[in-house]
Nanobody, 125 residues
Framework: QVQLVESGGGLVQAGGSLRLSCAAS????????VGWFRQAPGKEREFVAA????????RYVDLVKGRFTISRDNAKNTVYLQMNSLKPEDTAVYYC??????????????????WGQGTQVTVSS
């Protein structure tokens, strides 16, 4: 069973940057799509970005395109989310999740079967 641990969240001013990390245990992690989701207070969890098993393809929600970059280092069993030009509306708990496919960059939460505990990102105006 894969276990995921997010880190790197914090408080940042608008326009600033953060890099989130998702460290995984388990040999199979590198074989699957990994996604990042976020959940703001009072809102449903939403898709942010995903990356294929070998990192050759990525997908982003329109709201973060050009500002966020997802990447992975399979040798370290870690996936990253570099977040630049942060806005107050990016404030949320960010979760990483392991997908059930090798290459399907799914946006539906039901296509992910292992989740981390989340890391809080707060962007002040």
């Amino acid at each position: 069973q894969v276990q995921l641990v997010e880190s790197g969240g914090g408080l940042v001013q608008a326009g600033g940057s953060l890099r989130l990390s998702c460290a995984a245990s388990g040999r199979t992690f590198s074989a699957y799509v990994v996604g990042w989701f976020r959940q703001a207070p009072g809102k449903e969890r939403e898709f942010v970005a995903a990356i294929t098993r070998n990192g050759d393809s990525t997908r982003y929600v329109d709201l973060v395109k050009g500002r966020f970059t997802i990447s992975r280092d399979n040798a370290k069993n870690t996936v990253y989310l570099q977040m630049n030009s942060l806005k107050p509306e990016d404030t949320a708990v960010y979760y990483c999740a392991k997908g059930t496919y090798y290459y399907n960059l799914a946006t539906d939460m039901r296509e992910y079967d292992a989740w981390g505990q989340g890391t809080q990102v707060t962007v002040s105006s």
